[in-house]
């Protein structure tokens, strides 16, 4: 499948620097047929977990100054059209110029999303540019540094959503579980001294260097690979940590404002998230955030709990951990709990089985016929509310997506339908195949025309 993503902006602001980043050493699929594409380059793009379709338009400078426009204008406006979002590129270091405004008026007409991108922003000869950035009425500026692979993190993060409602809308995606040479991207998060990097350390041996930040990704996400022989396979595993591994480089009372966000970014690089707490202070509010941020991001969640070794009654401290998950993420009713010591050891055996049992949860398919079987008894045993006289009636589901796994229920009038009978039913879809650990979503449509109802996958 190939996203297109235009970079687009006037010359010397830094595009073609930003595909060679984007696109790197991989053969870029150079368009070379005369006379049409000849100034544009197209190349299969990786940032982070996403790859799509990078659109340059370089070598413009080149080109005599009385015919420059013309032409910018047509490939901006061919690149334009192909893309889902476009990244808009000015140079923060020069501010905002007339022909930017221009570049930016054709996009704001264009109606296509864009990105708006601050370039050479490393150092504070940009802060100015930065700000002009703001008046363009694009939305906020992200500051990037293609030269130096800055702000790669923040555009991972803004270009990511375009990319995934993409493939919700595609409906099928790829199994990728079990493709064994795809690792399985686990994020450790967790407050600062929970005890992330001592466990990554544990896990992987103490011995080993810490590999990071990875070229093209972002030099604020560190990550390293390890192999887990577990039962019947072995799993290539990518940690990728945050904070944890950098704070001494880092202010304490800025750590604490910090390791929310860098979260973020971990979650949204990982499948599954295992959130680290402190046995001594487990739950805090900063925990339930971090964890909530997973969840409302799809991620399985793992919840281990740390420092176990200095816990002295152990029997009722799992007890209330177990009352507390229950009662402060309903969200996730069924996330593991694994009590552990990344210091000893101890408990460690149990972290990677709970990681890719939710793995397997996030990835589970159910076969639509097996769901209307079960939809049927769901509505016959409770049914639906009546609103304003008449019943609402749930009359077809199937599962769209996996990872989390995704439904999609026909209903008349979804917009009047109670939030708990909706959680009535997701609780029931999880009962009934087995799914506990991760989120489960459930969207409710109008009922399309009645000759598509008998297709068995949407
Ligand atoms: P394009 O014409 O928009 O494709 O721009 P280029 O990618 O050719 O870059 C124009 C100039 O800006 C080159 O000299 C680059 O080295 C420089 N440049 C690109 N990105 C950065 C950056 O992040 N910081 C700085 N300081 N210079 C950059
Ligand atoms: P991070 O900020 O989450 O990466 O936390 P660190 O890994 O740097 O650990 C913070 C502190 O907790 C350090 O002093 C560790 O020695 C300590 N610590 C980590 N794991 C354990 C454990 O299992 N038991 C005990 N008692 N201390 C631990």
């Given at each position: 499948?190939?996203?297109?993503?235009s970079?687009?902006g006037?010359?010397n602001v830094?595009?073609?620097?930003?595909?060679?980043r984007?696109?790197?050493?991989r053969?870029?699929?150079?368009?070379?047929?005369?006379?049409?594409?000849?100034?544009?380059?197209?190349?299969?793009?990786?940032?982070?977990?996403?790859?799509?379709?990078?659109?340059?338009?370089?070598g413009l400078?080149?080109?005599?100054e009385?015919?420059?426009?013309?032409?910018?204008?047509?490939?901006?406006?061919?690149?334009?059209?192909e893309?889902?979002?476009?990244?808009?590129?000015i140079?923060?270091?020069?501010g905002?110029?007339p022909?930017d405004?221009?570049?930016?008026?054709?996009?704001?007409?264009?109606?296509?999303?864009?990105i708006?991108?601050?370039?050479?922003?490393e150092?504070?000869?940009?802060?100015a540019?930065?700000?002009?950035a703001?008046?363009?009425?694009l939305?906020?500026p992200?500051?990037?540094?293609a030269?130096?692979?800055?702000?790669?993190?923040?555009?991972?993060?803004?270009?990511?959503?375009?990319?995934?409602?993409?493939?919700?809308?595609d409906?099928?995606?790829?199994?990728?579980?079990?493709?064994?040479?795809?690792?399985?991207?686990?994020?450790?998060?967790?407050?600062p001294?929970?005890g992330?990097?001592?466990?990554?350390?544990?896990?992987?041996?103490?011995?080993r260097?810490?590999?990071?930040?990875?070229?093209g990704?972002?030099r604020?996400?560190?990550?390293?690979?390890?192999?887990?022989?577990?039962?019947?396979?072995?799993?290539?595993?990518?940690f990728?940590?945050?904070?944890g591994?950098?704070k001494?480089?880092?202010?304490?009372s800025?750590?604490?404002?910090?390791?929310?966000?860098d979260?973020?970014?971990?979650?949204?690089?990982a499948?599954v998230?295992?959130?680290?707490?402190?046995?001594?202070s487990?739950?805090?509010?900063?925990?339930?955030?971090?964890a909530?941020?997973a969840?409302?991001?799809?991620?399985?969640?793992?919840?281990?709990?740390?420092?176990w070794?200095?816990?002295?009654?152990?029997?009722t401290?799992?007890?209330?951990?177990?009352?507390?998950?229950?009662?402060?993420?309903?969200q996730?009713?069924?996330?593991?709990i694994i009590?552990?010591?990344?210091?000893?050891?101890?408990?460690?055996?149990?972290?990677?089985p709970?990681?890719t049992?939710?793995?397997?949860?996030w990835?589970a398919?159910?076969?639509?016929?097996?769901l209307?079987d079960?939809?049927h008894?769901?509505?016959s045993?409770?049914?639906?509310?009546?609103?304003s006289?008449q019943?609402?009636?749930?009359?077809?589901?199937?599962?769209?997506?996996?990872?989390?796994?995704?439904?999609?229920?026909?209903?008349?009038?979804?917009?009047d339908?109670?939030?708990a009978?909706?959680?009535?039913?997701?609780n029931?879809?999880?009962?009934?195949?087995?799914?506990?650990a991760?989120p489960?979503r459930?969207i409710?449509?109008?009922?399309?025309?009645p000759?598509?109802?008998?297709?068995?996958?949407?």
């Amino acid at each position: 499948m190939s996203i297109k993503v235009s970079l687009v902006g006037r010359p010397n602001v830094g595009k073609s620097t930003l595909f060679n980043r984007l696109v790197g050493k991989r053969l870029a699929l150079v368009d070379d047929t005369p006379g049409v594409t000849r100034d544009r380059r197209e190349g299969e793009a990786k940032l982070g977990d996403l790859t799509f379709i990078a659109i340059d338009t370089p070598g413009l400078e080149e080109a005599p100054e009385a015919a420059l426009e013309g032409r910018m204008r047509r490939q901006t406006d061919r690149a334009v059209e192909e893309a889902v979002v476009c990244l808009f590129i000015i140079d923060a270091r020069s501010g905002v110029t007339p022909l930017d405004q221009t570049f930016a008026s054709i996009l704001r007409a264009s109606g296509k999303p864009v990105i708006l991108l601050a370039n050479k922003a490393e150092g504070a000869a940009a802060d100015a540019g930065l700000y002009d950035a703001y008046g363009l009425g694009l939305g906020e500026p992200i500051a990037i540094s293609a030269e130096h692979g800055e702000g790669m993190g923040d555009l991972y993060n803004a270009i990511e959503p375009f990319l995934s409602e993409m493939s919700e809308e595609d409906g099928e995606e790829d199994i990728a579980w079990d493709d064994p040479l795809k690792p399985l991207r686990v994020a450790i998060v967790g407050r600062p001294n929970a005890g992330k990097s001592t466990l990554v350390n544990k896990i992987i041996g103490d011995d080993r260097l810490l590999t990071g930040p990875e070229a093209g990704i972002t030099r604020d996400s560190i990550s390293v690979e390890w192999t887990w022989r577990g039962r019947d396979r072995d799993w290539p595993v990518k940690f990728f940590d945050t904070a944890g591994m950098r704070k001494k480089a880092r202010v304490q009372s800025k750590l604490e404002k910090l390791s929310v966000a860098d979260s973020l970014r971990a979650i949204k690089f990982a499948e599954v998230v295992v959130l680290l707490l402190d046995s001594e202070s487990p739950f805090e509010k900063q925990d339930l955030q971090i964890a909530d941020l997973a969840l409302r991001e799809g991620r399985a969640l793992v919840i281990a709990v740390n420092k176990w070794d200095l816990v002295e009654d152990k029997d009722t401290r799992i007890k209330s951990l177990r009352e507390m998950a229950g009662r402060l993420l309903p969200q996730a009713p069924g996330a593991p709990i694994i009590p552990l010591s990344a210091m000893t050891g101890a408990g460690l055996n149990r972290l990677m089985p709970a990681v890719t049992t939710v793995y397997v949860d996030w990835n589970a398919r159910v076969k639509t016929s097996d769901l209307n079987d079960w939809l049927h008894e769901a509505v016959s045993r409770h049914a639906p509310p009546a609103v304003s006289g008449q019943r609402i009636k749930i009359r077809y589901i199937a599962q769209t997506k996996t990872r989390p796994p995704t439904f999609v229920a026909q209903c008349t009038r979804a917009e009047d339908l109670p939030a708990a009978y909706k959680r009535y039913l997701i609780n029931g879809i999880r009962q009934a195949f087995d799914i506990n650990a991760v989120p489960i979503r459930l969207i409710l449509k109008k009922p399309d025309n009645p000759y598509a109802k008998d297709k068995s996958r949407r």
